[in-house]
């Protein structure tokens, strides 16, 4: 499932990885460990992306490069030791789509999460809406007139994430149908109620179940992207099925604390956006699910900035709200 496959890739590509030259990252501490920390436990795709990331980023800097994982509240306890941390270059954060959901959703989590600096959106993967391969819907239509007029069910990894959202969103709205979510304790743990058929439909991101849409042991029904994802080729777009323009992403991008040096950020931009790109990485990336970015710090706060948008506008449609 996605802890195994994403933790099994991280391991073969820090495995397959050369050393390289150190790397002077301008104005950063010489000395002393580099701390990523992740807002989410070993084995998701925010830890193994950091920990993939971070082992090269450690070769380039010549320095200890440490990811910690500190989960809980939404991933709000690691984003809030970031926004608090010393603007020095010694402290990043990796995480996800997590981030700009959790800026509307949570209310009082004593922080403002658009103070911290982009540094670079790592790599993306699409939403995807999936069915248990003996379903007989051929579309999302004949999925919602099955349910004859009740409620549409469907399952995600838990209450708030952006799968939850994306989905709740998509059902209430674009189709404008009554829907029930079922969430559960983890991508792995919905993929395993799909496959038992304890649920009707998962919506999970790419990364969370590209290995059991690639061996058809569930079938999507829809990507939520601009184009069909070579590794699931024969999963639809939303706009091929009926729904133009309908796109939802998950990502794991780095970020620094509020009023780090701007040579800092463009300096971490660079060897991450390089890295991510590397022979090594990027078709392993690509084999999990994840489409590697490329774009300097303008790119990362452009992307953002949509981000926070277009979440926003979701959870306040939907009402949701953690006090």
Known sequence: ?????????????????????HFALAQAPPTGPLTLLVGFAPGGSADSIARVVGARMGEKL???????????????????????APADGNTLLVTTTALPINETLYKNKGF??????????????????????????????DFVAAAK?????????????GSHIAGEYFFKFVVKAQAKHIPFRGGPDATNALLGGHVPMVISSLSGFAAQLA???IRGLAIAANERNPVVKDVPTFTE?????FTSLSWVGFFAPPATSKKIVADYNKM?????NEPAIQPKLRSIGFDPMKGNVD?????????YTQWKKMVEALELRVD
């Open 1 to 21: 499932m996605e802890k195994c496959k994403l933790a099994a890739s991280a391991a073969i590509l820090v495995l397959s990885l050369g050393g390289t030259p």
């Open 272 to 276: 991450i956006d390089d890295i991510s």
């Open 62 to 84: 010549g320095r200890s490069v440490v990811v910690e994982n500190r989960p809980g509240a939404g991933a709000n306890i690691a984003t809030k030791a970031v926004v608090l």
């Open 149 to 161: 007029g009740q409620e549409v069910l469907f399952g995600t990894a838990g209450i708030g994430t």
């Open 241 to 245: 099925v009926g729904y133009p323009g």
């Open 215 to 217: 061996a058809g042991e």
């Open 112 to 141: 403002s999460a658009p103070s911290l600096m982009p540094i670079s959106i790592v790599a993306t993967t699409p939403e995807v809406f999936a069915i248990n391969k003996n379903d007989k819907s051929a579309t999302i239509a």
């Open 299 to 307: 790119a990362a706060e452009a992307f953002m900035a949509k981000e």
